[in-house]
């Protein structure tokens, strides 16, 4: 099967647009998360989250476009744009062998909810005449289309917080099995809205706001953690066959060599630890690696109680007494939970991790709590000289498990 190599990547982030804004942040243990009171949009409940209040819709589009681009295909449309940038179009295949994949939770839940009170509270009947195109779940993987031409695959995956773990892996699959020679995948979210932060309130899954301090607020693996705390972005890669990156001169960042997804099919909400462990050996199986090949994991590390505590009896089982030396962080301490763009931001924060031999901290462990044994990151960020292959964790509400596995390019 082809080699799959990374030869470019984008992101928008709580921390503003580009990579280095991100990865500053995420190894410095510098958060995002602030709390919340909410915007001029309705009631909300005090919260604490990560968003983006630098972004600037007019920089990127005409003003008459926007109309029909909700914030989630903004985002996704600007990170796309900037993973191209980076790889380089010259040379690249046929349209008919670039594909788009695309992951998200919620999609369009901002023009979702102001179009239901349009109707509801204004009582007005009269939408705007695109609602239906701008709030589809598949918007955001149109217009990219739209705007690349690319003519090949042109998929949307939501399930969940493994949404984009999911739209690159099956990506990877594409190009593995000679069905497309480039796909631009990955995953975007903007959640951050009354009628989503009160609907996740009610299922009691979020963070409390730390009155001291209320960046601390998410706290993965702690002893004192009290659920997750909503965040906003898009990330995507761009991926190619390496052999024939290589041959039109791009540079190859790094190569995804294996992936593993499944179900835990036990309960809606609540994960299990054999679920989760067949994910990562799945992944293990498909990178044809030993656990031991593995120096770095980025968690999924939600913040709440039952994911946490799962996650690490379920690396403790695929690594045994590995786990002991092996880091482990969650960045969602920073920038929050982006629910189906999640997994690929956090494989792009994995693959700097890669690239720069540096695995970031797991922000605001100051308890660790003994039911999450495992060797964390935590306080600052930690030298990897010798790293070679790092993995990356993804798990959903319904039972959808995604992990990636990515390899250092020399």
Avoid at 189 to 211: F, K
């Amino acid at each position: 099967m082809r080699r799959v190599a990374v030869t470019g990547w984008g992101v928008v982030s709580p921390f503003g647009e580009g990579v280095d804004p991100l990865m500053d942040a995420v190894n410095a243990g510098r958060s995002a998360v602030r709390a919340f009171a909410g915007r001029n949009d309705g009631p909300w409940p005090l919260r604490a989250a990560a968003w983006n209040d630098s972004y600037d819709p007019r920089a990127h589009f005409p003003l008459a476009q926007l109309n029909s681009l909700d914030r989630t295909t903004q985002l996704a449309v600007v990170a796309a744009r900037a993973a191209l940038a980076m790889a380089g179009r010259d040379g690249m295949p046929h349209a008919e062998a670039c594909g788009i994949h695309v992951g998200t939770g919620m999609g369009s839940a901002g023009t979702l909810d102001s179009t239901y009170r349009t109707y509801y509270a204004d009582n007005n009947t009269r939408l705007r005449p695109l609602t239906v195109p701008t709030v589809m779940t598949n918007a955001s993987a149109a217009q990219i289309a739209l705007e690349t031409g690319f003519a090949g695959a042109n998929l949307t995956y939501s399930c969940a917080c493994a949404s984009s773990a999911v739209a690159i892996g099956e990506a990877v699959r594409r190009i593995r099995h000679g069905d497309a020679q480039l796909m631009l995948a990955g995953g975007s979210e903007a959640l951050v809205v009354p009628s989503v932060v009160y609907a996740w309130e009610a299922l009691r899954t979020l963070a409390d706001v730390d009155a001291a301090a209320p960046s601390a607020s998410c706290r993965p693996f702690s002893l004192r953690r009290s659920g997750l705390v909503l965040g906003e972005g898009a990330a995507f890669l761009v991926l190619e066959d390496w052999d024939a990156a290589c041959a039109r001169g791009a540079r190859p960042l790094a190569e995804i060599c294996g992936y593993g997804s499944g179900s835990d099919s036990g309960h809606l909400t609540r994960p299990t630890v054999e679920g989760q462990a067949r994910a990562m050996a799945a992944a293990l199986r498909d990178a044809a690696l030993a656990p031991a090949a593995i120096g770095y994991i980025n968690a999924h590390g939600t913040g709440t109680q039952a994911n946490d505590s799962t996650e690490s009896a379920a690396i403790r089982q695929v690594f045994g007494d590995l786990a002991d030396h092996l880091p482990v962080s969650s960045t969602k301490a920073v920038h929050g939970h982006l629910l189906g763009a999640a997994a690929a931001l956090e494989l792009l924060v994995t693959l700097c991790a890669l690239q720069s031999g540096l695995a970031p901290p797991t922000a605001h462990l100051d308890e660790p709590d003994p039911a999450c044994a495992l060797d964390h990151v935590r306080g600052a960020a930690r030298r990897l000289p010798d790293i070679t292959h790092a993995m990356s964790n993804s798990f959903a509400f319904g039972g959808t498990t995604g992990v990636l596995i990515a390899r250092r390019v020399a």
